[in-house]
């Protein structure tokens, strides 16, 4: 399996996978090739509950061409508990702020190849 692979079927499991650079230890989501830090490329996978609290969000309101199935929707950045990164993902049915206060704990529950991260708010 490639890491795309690994990393969505992770998501369908509602788990973040990430890589843990063997050189520096700095950790970082599965889809990157290189350490940040270092540039090695020798890593250990970690797993991570997909469960995090919102950081930002931006609200589609107005979903853009090919994206109308999903009626008003956030992108949101949310940290991962246990992790030392943030991630993005698809969050549907947010129309407004008050919806989604920052803080707010979100859960991962699948990956979709037009919007990516599926997350919904516990």
């Known amino acids: ?6 990393f969505i079927e992770a998501a369908s499991r509602g788990k ?16 990157v ?8 490329d020798v890593f250990i996978t970690e797993e991570y509950a997909g469960l995090g609290n919102v950081v930002t969000f931006t609200i589609q309101s107005v979903a853009p061409e090919g994206f109308t199935d999903a009626g008003s929707y956030a992108w949101v950045v949310f ?4 992790a030392p990164f943030n991630v ?3 969050l549907k049915g947010i129309h407004a702020p ?3 206060p920052i803080g707010s704990k979100v859960q991962v529950t699948g ?3 037009k919007h990516g991260l599926l997350l919904k708010r516990v």
């Open 1 to 6: 399996m490639n890491r795309r692979s690994l």
């Open 16 to 31: 973040i996978l990430a890589n843990k650079c063997k050189k520096c230890n700095y950790s970082t989501l599965e889809t």
């Open 33 to 40: 090739y290189f350490c940040e830090k270092c540039s090695s």
């Open 79 to 82: 940290k991962v508990d246990g």
């Open 88 to 90: 993005s993902g698809f």
């Open 98 to 100: 008050s919806d989604l």
């Open 111 to 113: 990956f979709d190849e």
